[in-house]
């Protein structure tokens, strides 16, 4: 079939290049439509359920609400992984779903679970949390405001103003406010009135919850006309909540007002925002899966500009901020840059090669044709340009021009050799020319392809990585393929027809290294021996390096901002912990590097970011071309200096990928599995001493396991029954006394506000003064809290974590100057050697390690059925096993250059350059294929064995080093440029394949003629 395109592509070749103009020319405006992004979603589909139970330990959350919800989800159709957070008056659990699920079916499995669960009438019914991924979350956007504006109204505005503006742009999931001050009406109940007049908190609390809502009076039929009927009770603000009558005494009516002072006021902060160490309200905002990042923050910024007009003098809109579309710019632009710099090499090494303008432009061709081709493709299928499929461009970018160059280097050759000048007796030379290496261009891109194919059944998160860049480099490939049977022979003929009157000579470059290739092979050919024993003695050699290099799951990225976790003791209260947080981003806004830092400390209301009051995270924007390698040394000593705070530095898109894998922020996660909390504390504190001493451990903390203080009140029931009280009045007056009992709400100009019943603080500013709180019955009579209940003071955890249905604890580190693999084994070796683990107690450690391992092993596994593919497809092609194991000793040839070249870089095999092994492997043994097929054909033309090794080595050396120079010298500037944001992945790829193809292609062309010679002597026909 493919012979017959070429036939029909030179019949009608002004078609064929019409037709490649117009794909030209479309294809570049269809371009910059294409949807724009940093990764592919790299999130299993996970469903994430937020329940509120405002006021309720870690503990009672999750043995009353994380449990049972948890205990619902297990087992459900499709998830396969399960894990929860309790925390102070929250509880969020996450369940992860199997890759390739659809997440609208997801969520609806969950929902039809949890609503089944009966939960205590205190707490909030469980909310799914908005179809997002954790890579979601593409900027925040900070408030601040000067003095003539309070914190109040500051989170007023970010919450109707541009909360809700940006809410209504498509593509935004959510927008999670936090810091400033929301607004409460605060009803503040005076105890000797009520001692007086003989009223309970409990009535008060009552009469409230009846005048904040409006009664629902149906409709009234008049003379055939129906009116719905509206009762507009509902308070509106303080004066009405004050006028409200709670007894009528003597005819006097006594009113709210009387009993209580009723005021705006803030409710109780669970957390805190900063700009730049200035207090402000900070947005987090969230994108839909598959939305456009680039063009939703263009939206973003303008929606932004127009609310930004409206707010008052004093409030500003800080936008120098994280924004996921800089990196997403800036990484773009970098493998751009190294995808057009690779592609001048190209052309400037066709040049030099072939020494002709036209046969240079006739292959160069090759390349927008395919890529363009490959960008329409990927975004047929819905796909995305991000740093993967641009990275299956930029390493493909050099075998683009491959088929085109084996086939205009064979035209030329044989244009000269003819010296025609009839143009019907051209056209037959460059079709037959054509022709004849379509066997080995199609089976040596058949081989790319089998090398490839692997990539689409990787699992898990390396799968969603990976498979773009694989799908890019194989439709510009099969593109190229295509491009060499079509346009390549129509331009051939139209451009090279003449060329034996205009170039009868090779080129200088071609002259002089088809000299010394002569004599080389001739000495090759003369000593056997010593050219195999060398090839094997560096073969040995290289595989010796593999033990000393480290490993990883993905290389460093180079983000252009930090994410800084801040974490002080737990127990301290928020004000503490800001204060110890403002002290962190002083300490780092005090270095040059640092643009702006945006301060979150304890949590949003409902967001599923669960942290405590003594828990800061913050990003840090960095000036474009900072070198953290450099400064974070000093940022590390400089936060050490301030006392009572543990901190760690991290990335904004590493960081989401360790929580997505392992569910913390860091690259390590050591989890301790057990029953018990307090066991488990103590295993924790153990293997911290340990872990802590080992080289390359950084940022370790053990935070999370640390007990907080707890105020304890234990209902005495007989004494509640002598004094004619129940649980829930007493239940009723301790929520009142502390946190405030909720009665209603308020609404005002569609803001929500809560109308809360609480005692005033100053009779608990103290824990002396706890024992005595007064307690007013309902007939008027005061009690201590003392002649009710016990109270008293413990210690209990500040957030329980699960998974896997068991409780777990978390200890959190980095690695730093030392490989990840290697690290976590001798901090496992330590803990298995120091550490007794009690019956039901186990340890596992989680993070991009493990990741890593897991990967290594399914890629080691496709390999293997890489290699028997491609021995099955060789053996096709030539029907000689001899041949076929010929042609395979390019892949040990590959390898030498390979290991060194991770040797001579960063001395680390991630997943990228074991990518880079596999793919090394199909485009090495495409020199091995041109080789043999020469060999074969000359054979069958009669030639002696050791002439046509001679003839065929030496008619191939053009192609032979053409295709290689050109797959891999195209991809030294994404090498040079690997630690530029957005070639991280792709570098380590790059290095193994430039540096595979120098081995490989020069031991090619002395190797495989010798093996050939000595074993290649029978004859046998070729399949194409």
């Not at 939703?296 to 910024?301: A, E, F, Q, T």
């Not at 041949?883 to 892949?891: A, F, K, P, R």
């Not at 020069?1002 to 002597?1017: A, C, E, H, K, M």
């Amino acid at each position: 079939m493919l012979q017959r395109l070429i036939g029909l592509s030179l019949h009608h070749r002004v078609f064929i290049l019409a037709l490649a103009g117009l794909l030209l020319v479309a294809g570049s405006i269809w371009i910059t439509r294409v949807p724009v992004d940093v990764f592919p979603d790299l999130s299993a589909p996970t469903v994430t359920v937020i329940t509120e139970g405002p006021g309720m330990a870690p503990e009672e959350i999750e043995l009353l609400v994380t449990f049972p919800l948890e205990s619902a989800l297990n087992g459900a159709p499709g998830i396969r992984r399960v894990r929860s957070v309790s925390a102070a008056g929250i509880s969020v659990i996450w369940g992860e779903f199997d890759w390739g699920e659809d997440i609208y079916r997801a969520r609806q499995v969950v929902a039809e679970r949890i609503q089944k669960v009966t939960l205590p009438s205190q707490v909030a019914p469980p909310e799914l949390g908005p179809i997002s991924s954790i890579m979601g979350e593409i900027t925040f956007v900070a408030l601040t405001a000067d003095g003539t504006v309070d914190q109040m109204e500051l989170r007023r505005l970010a919450e109707t103003g541009v909360r809700r503006s940006l809410l209504a742009i498509p593509g935004i999931s959510q927008v999670s406010p936090i810091g400033g001050d929301v607004r409460e009406y605060q009803v503040e109940v005076d105890v000797p009135s009520l001692v007086q007049h003989g009223v309970s908190i409990g009535e008060v609390a009552d009469v409230l919850g009846e005048v904040t809502r409006n009664p629902a009076a149906g409709f009234h039929v008049d003379r055939g006309q129906e009116y719905l009927v509206r009762g507009l009770a509902r308070a509106v603000d303080p004066e009405d909540l004050k006028s409200a009558v709670v007894r009528v005494v003597d005819g006097v009516p006594l009113t709210v007002g009387d009993l209580a002072k009723v005021e705006l006021g803030a409710e109780p902060q669970r957390g805190i925002a900063s700009y730049n160490a200035a207090p402000a309200v900070i947005l987090s905002v969230q994108k839909q899966p598959g939305a456009n990042t680039l063009e939703l923050m263009k939206r973003v910024d303008a929606v932004l500009d127009e609310v930004g007009r409206t707010l008052p003098a004093g409030v500003t809109i800080e936008r120098e901020n994280f924004r996921q579309s800089n990196f997403i710019r800036t990484a773009i632009h970098n493998i751009t840059v190294a995808l057009r710099d690779g592609a001048v090499l190209v052309i400037l090494i066709l040049f030099l090669f072939l020494g002709d303008l036209r046969t240079t432009f006739i292959s160069a061709v090759a390349i927008p044709l395919s890529l363009i081709t490959g960008v329409l493709v990927i975004s047929a299928f819905g796909g995305t340009m991000n740093t993967m499929t641009l990275g299956g461009f930029t390493i493909a970018i050099g075998a683009l021009v491959d088929d085109a160059i084996i086939v205009v280097e064979n035209v030329f050759r044989r244009l000269k050799e003819a010296k025609t000048e009839d143009d019907k007796r051209a056209l037959d030379i460059v079709y037959q020319a054509a022709s004849s290496v379509l066997g080995a261009i199609f089976f040596a891109t058949l081989i790319i392809v089998l090398v490839f194919v692997p990539l689409f059944f990787l699992p898990g998160m390396e799968g969603r990585l990976l498979k773009p860049l694989g799908f890019a480099y194989l439709v510009s490939l099969g593109a190229s393929l295509l491009v060499s049977v079509t346009v390549t022979p129509a331009l051939s003929y139209i451009m090279l027809r003449k060329v034996a009157l205009s170039k009868p000579r090779e080129s200088w470059l071609m002259r002089g290294l088809g000299g010394f290739y002569h004599r080389a092979l001739a000495r090759a050919l003369a000593r056997p021996g010593l050219v195999i024993g060398i090839s094997v003695a560096m073969v040995i050699g290289a595989f010796a390096l593999l033990p000393f290099l480290g490993r990883s799951f993905l290389p460093t990225f180079n983000e252009g901002s930090l994410t800084v976790a801040v974490v002080s003791p737990p127990g301290i209260t928020l004000e503490e912990s800001d204060v110890a947080g403002r002290e962190v981003e002083e300490a780092l806004l005090a270095f040059p590097e640092v643009i702006s830092t945006s301060r979150r400390t304890g949590r949003a209301e409902k967001d599923e970011h669960v942290q405590g009051v003594n828990a800061s995270e913050m990003e840090v924007v960095l000036r474009e071309g900072s070198d953290k390698t450099k400064f974070l040394p000093g940022m590390r000593d400089a936060v050490a200096m301030i006392p009572g705070v543990e901190v760690s530095f991290g990335q904004p898109i590493s960081h989401r990928i360790d929580h997505m894998i392992s569910g913390s922020k860091s690259n390590l996660a050591i989890k301790v599995f057990g029953p018990e909390l307090s066991v488990i504390r103590g295993l924790s504190e153990r293997i911290e001493e340990i872990v802590g001493a080992v080289p390359g451990i950084v940022d370790l903390s053990n935070q999370e396991q640390a007990s907080i203080p707890q105020l304890l009140i234990d209902f005495d029931r007989p004494a509640l029954a002598r004094h004619g009280l129940s649980a829930a009045d007493l239940s009723r007056y301790v929520e009142s006394a502390f946190q405030g009992t909720t009665v209603g709400e308020i609404v005002d100009n569609g803001v929500v506000s809560r109308v809360v019943v609480r005692l005033p603080e100053r009779l608990r500013e103290h824990r002396d003064m706890l024992q005595e709180l007064p307690v007013v019955t309902d007939v008027g009579r005061v009690l201590q809290l003392s002649d009710l209940a016990v109270v008293r003071f413990d210690l209990g955890p500040s957030l329980i974590r699960r998974e896997d249905v068991q409780r777990v604890g978390m200890l959190t580190a980095n690695i730093e100057g030392a490989d990840l693999a290697g690290t976590v084994d001798r901090a496992r070796l330590a803990v298995e050697q120091g550490v007794d683990f009690p019956v039901g107690y186990r340890v596992n450690y989680g993070g991009q390690f493990e990741e890593g391992a897991r990967s290594a092993r399914n890629i080691s596994m496709l390999a293997v059925l890489v290699l028997v593919g491609m021995y099955a497809a060789l053996f096709l092609a030539f029907r000689n096993h001899r041949y076929t194991l010929i042609v395979l000793v390019n892949l040990p040839l590959a390898l030498i250059g390979g290991i060194v070249a991770v040797a001579l870089g960063e001395g680390v095999l991630s997943i990228a350059a074991l990518v880079g092994f596999i793919t090394l492997f199909g485009i090495a043994t495409r020199n091995g294929v041109l080789l043999v097929t020469r060999y074969q054909d000359l054979m069958q033309e009669g030639v002696e064995l050791i002439e046509a090794v001679r003839r065929g080595s030496e008619e191939r050396l053009a192609p032979v080093l053409m295709t290689a120079l050109t797959a891999g010298l195209a991809l030294v500037p994404l090498v040079l440029a690997g630690h530029k944001a957005g070639n991280e992945i792709q570098s380590p790829m790059g290095q193994v394949i430039l540096g595979g193809l120098l081995t490989s292609t020069f031991l090619n062309l002395v190797l495989v003629p010798v093996l050939f010679s000595r074993w290649g002597g029978e004859r046998t026909r070729v399949v194409a």
